[in-house]
């Protein structure tokens, strides 16, 4: 039992009463109304007791003796009544127990939770664009219309022929197709070029003269072209509506332009050389282009690029980061479709 009173008390309910001085004792009262929710724990008929839940923190005074304070004691509860006077005041009668003698109570720390990682994410924003393509492939990618890498594999250029993922179709290049997909390249190629040069967002200044550019090596192909006497098509609406899109992104988000930017790029060196080596065999007469052509190594131009878009990458939000990923399957679908016409 606490020898001092407790000072300072008001019939509150559910009001914190500090104490005082130190010797007080700390009361945390929760009190029922008659009526209330604790109406149906009522004990018997009679006398109008409810229960009454008191939090109650003791505290020695501090002897002059001391040369240190010991830590709080830790709370004790205990569950004591309060009747119910006819006028309705509220009699309350509290009772407490001491803490143990220099005892403190555990520290309970509140667990941390850490949300799942996503594929790839701890090596960086491409390598989490890797996983999207790979899932993407994985589905299916004729739900989605997409002509991913899978599409432009080594082995179907071995047999002279090229295979639309899943659905094993063989594709007949036409010289007419060609040149359509030759010049809707090279206004996308252009739009990706110009946006990073002249664009005043810091984002894009990253990728400027990366050695993959590809617009002037499409132009002198096309002069190519024209010189043999070949009439050189305009942009089809695949194409425009693609660059269309891609100013729309440059304008309102980075991360969604970059993913664009770094799957065309990717997508060209790699399963674009494919499509080029069967062309050139099936159409040029073993002709090579500057457009599968570069003046380095093109693998470790597209490593330089990668690394400077993790790099990048590190300072996006998790936001920014997921509107880049859902990217990839437009960027997948847009290509895709725009392949399609060397066999229309």
Not at 167 to 180: A, I
Not at 309 to 334: I, M, P, Q, T, V
Request: with cysteine; proline share 6%.
């Amino acid at each position: 039992m606490f020898s001092s009173p407790v000072r300072s008390f008001a019939p509150v309910v559910g009001e914190a009463f500090p104490p005082r001085n130190r010797g007080d004792a700390h009361l945390v009262l929760r009190l029922s109304r008659p009526g209330g929710a604790f109406a149906a724990r009522r004990r018997g008929g009679g006398g109008g007791y409810y229960p009454l839940f008191c939090l109650c923190t003791s505290y020695s005074s501090p002897s002059s003796s001391s040369s240190s304070s010991l830590p709080p004691p830790p709370p004790h509860f205990t569950t004591t009544t309060a009747p119910v006077t006819p006028s309705g005041a509220t009699v309350v009668t509290t009772t407490t127990a001491s803490a143990p003698a220099g005892s403190a109570g555990p520290v309970v720390k509140k667990r941390k939770r850490y949300r799942k990682a996503y594929p790839g994410e701890s090596k960086g924003i491409v390598e989490e664009m890797r996983f999207v393509a790979m899932r993407l492939r994985n589905d299916g990618s004729k739900g989605l219309g997409v002509d991913n890498e899978g599409a432009w594999e080594d082995s179907g250029a071995d047999t002279g022929e090229m295979s639309t993922a899943g659905e094993g179709e063989t594709w007949k290049p036409s010289m007419e197709g060609f040149l359509k997909y030759l010049v809707d390249s090279k206004l996308i190629f252009e739009t990706l070029e110009r946006t990073v040069d002249r664009s005043d967002d810091v984002a894009y200044a990253f990728f400027r003269k990366t050695g993959l550019e590809r617009s002037n090596c499409l132009s002198n192909d096309l002069d190519w072209f024209s010189g043999q006497g070949i009439v050189i098509p305009t942009p089809t609406s695949l194409g425009t509506t693609y660059a269309a899109y891609l100013n729309e992104l440059a304008e309102s988000s980075a991360p969604s332009f970059l993913c664009h930017f770094y799957n065309i790029y990717f997508a060209h060196a790699t399963g674009g050389l494919a499509i080029g080596k069967q062309v050139s065999e099936k159409l040029l007469e073993d002709q090579d282009l500057e457009f599968y052509k570069w003046e380095e190594d093109v693998f470790e131009l597209l490593q330089g690029t990668r690394e400077k878009l993790n790099k990048l990458g590190e300072h996006w939000s998790r936001d920014e980061k997921n509107r880049c990923l859902r990217e990839a399957a437009k960027c997948f679908r847009f290509l895709g479709q725009i392949v399609r016409l060397i066999i229309l």
